[in-house]
């Protein structure tokens, strides 16, 4: 979280240092105790400005791995490879996690460029990143709705086979049904192996129906 607030004759200056690892979105925070002038007093950076590129610079990386990461979602599930929905949790929630911090990042830079402690050039780039990560979170919400689909079609697919399955062995059943009760008086009832070709004849007849239909 970005902060800034005066204390006394001071300024506290928070600045979220953020990076990707291992699909989690990690933030590190710089504390600045500057001057009114902009001159560092603490803090391991030697100016705020020096601060605050190295931030966008970091989530400008991390926005990058983000769009790489969802590129190939998106290949995977275009090509109609295996993807876990584990791996479509963790692109939106680093997309969503990034856009959070960009537009916090922003904030600051306006009230930093306000105290005249950053440039206008700065303030333009953070802006831009915001931009970029709200782009992102709505990739990243496009490749979740594409896996949703793929998964939808699938399922279709699926229900299709089972649909034509069962349809499939209905004459089977239907005649088994009546040469299961044991009627002596059925045709063929005591020639087994023609009954057998007579199932086989139907469903196969009945099938080749099925497909044309």
Do not use: C
Request: no cysteine.
């Amino acid at each position: 979280m970005a902060y800034i607030f005066d204390e006394g004759d001071h300024i506290v200056v928070q600045i979220p240092l953020v990076y990707t690892k291992e699909g989690e979105v990690v933030e590190e925070l710089a504390e600045l105790v500057v001057e009114k002038n902009g001159k560092v007093l603490k803090g391991q950076f030697a100016s705020v400005q020096e601060a605050y590129f190295k931030a966008l610079e970091q989530l400008s990386k991390a926005l990058s791995q983000t769009e790489n990461f969802l590129d190939g979602l998106e290949y995977k599930l275009e090509m109609e490879e295996n993807v876990k929905p584990s791996e479509i949790y963790t692109a939106s929630y680093m997309a969503h996690a990034l856009y959070y911090h960009a537009v916090h990042l922003y904030q600051l830079g306006v009230e930093l460029y306000r105290r005249g402690l950053v440039t206008h050039r700065q303030l333009n780039f953070s802006r831009t990143l915001r931009r970029n990560a709200l782009m992102l979170r709505r990739y990243a919400r496009d490749v979740r709705l594409l896996h949703a689909t793929v998964v939808q079609l699938l399922l279709n697919a699926s229900m299709k086979k089972l649909t034509w399955l069962g349809t499939v062995v209905l004459p089977a059943l239907l005649i088994t049904s009546f040469y299961g009760m044991n009627l002596t008086w059925l045709p063929l009832a005591d020639r087994p192996e023609a009954v057998f070709l007579i199932l086989a004849l139907v469903t196969i007849a009945f099938a080749y129906l099925i497909n044309k239909i």
